[in-house]
């Protein structure tokens, strides 16, 4: 773990809204997030869904039949393979060759990351930090499959070229963004770990797992970034814990009590100076999200930071090692309920710091 960084409860999204008007998703993000303003990504756009972003640039990517998917039955694949390896050999050999190679992203295909540059690079004061993100390596290769419809991430081959190709893209977004002098954070979005250890995985062992999520924490570590592992559901939260991320996001809201039962990892992760991202906002479910205040989210924090105390953490680095979030990206919700969110993300925030 590289972390020096110290959040202090400030607030900062997972990464997404229901509009699709790029230059609206910044103005929203500066005026609710600004200490860590963020890449907002939407998902209303099809070019930026969670396989769909990052899939440009690997060996045997077709569309035929309408369906993304790599085919490695086709003439060109082993040509294919063999020109990516060469690729990554050739940034990994000499990490300023990255900007023009594969592994960066087009305007194409992230609009908003250049939109979320352009209002960087117009700040009057830097900020706290700044977040990337991107589709984590086990969520991608068991999005993405091939020809016979099978997960790229049961072939090794096709696993390992997609591994690398998100850690490589990872490393894309913290060279972009370090110019800007801060701590820059990069979240692997892994809803598919939710899944792990169930029957839809059976035959993926830990080993798979953390190999996958080493590979690009390594990658973003290696560029100087911050990593951090957001799953928003439950999960084996000790595959998280346990490894080199210096971030761990949960959905507080609704699966802190799973969380917490992780207590000897859950405290050596933050003796070793590790951040806790609460999903303390509700995102899943409408009622929840009309229903609660930032007079009872705050509470609710306050008794889970209380928990998190009893197993030996003092409560200020509680606090000092905390981000303020919502569960998850807003993306699915209307742009009512998505403004609820974040408004009252931002009022816990302020509230636990005493703004």
Request: include cysteine; hydrophobic fraction near 45%.
């Amino acid at each position: 773990m590289t972390n020096d960084f110290l959040p202090e409860a400030r607030p900062a999204w997972i990464g997404s809204l229901p509009i699709t008007d790029h230059a609206e998703a910044v103005r929203l993000m500066m005026e609710y997030t600004p200490e860590i303003p963020i890449w907002i990504q939407l998902p209303h756009n099809p070019n930026e869904k969670m396989v769909e972003q990052f899939a440009p640039g690997m060996p045997g990517l077709s569309a035929a039949d309408g369906k993304l998917h790599v085919d490695g039955q086709s003439e060109t694949f082993d040509d294919e393979m063999l020109s990516f390896f060469e690729d990554y050999m050739a940034v990994t050999e000499d990490p300023s060759r990255i900007a023009e190679s594969r592994f960066s992203l087009s305007r194409e295909v992230a609009p908003g990351f250049y939109a979320f540059m352009e209002a960087l690079d117009n700040l009057s004061s830097p900020p706290a930090a700044v977040k990337g993100q991107v589709t984590g390596p086990f969520t991608f290769a068991t999005g993405l499959v091939d020809e016979e419809g099978r997960a790229v991430f049961y072939n090794d081959q096709l696993r390992d070229a997609a591994v690398r190709m998100i850690a490589m893209k990872a490393r894309w977004q913290v060279r972009m963004l370090k110019k800007y002098g801060v701590p820059v954070i990069v979240f692997l979005d892994e809803p598919a770990l939710a899944g792990f250890g169930s029957s839809a995985f059976i035959s993926v062992s830990r080993d798979d797992i953390d190999a996958a999520l080493g590979e690009v924490i390594s990658a973003i570590h290696e560029e100087g970034g911050l990593a951090g592992v957001h799953v928003c559901a439950n999960s084996e939260w000790s595959v998280i814990l346990d490894s080199e991320a210096d971030i761990v996001s949960f959905d507080a809201y609704s699966f802190f009590d799973k969380f917490v039962i992780y207590g000897d990892s859950i405290r050596r992760f933050m003796d070793d100076g590790g951040i806790l991202a609460w999903g303390i906002v509700p995102t899943g479910d409408t009622d929840a999200i009309e229903a609660e205040s930032t007079d009872s989210l705050h509470a609710r924090w306050v008794e889970n930071a209380k928990a998190i105390e009893s197993l030996g953490v003092e409560r200020s680095r509680v606090t000092a090692q905390s981000l303020i979030t919502p569960s998850c990206g807003t993306g699915s919700l209307s742009l009512e309920l998505a403004t609820r969110v974040i408004r009252m993300n931002r009022e816990v925030s302020d509230r636990i710091r005493g703004v």
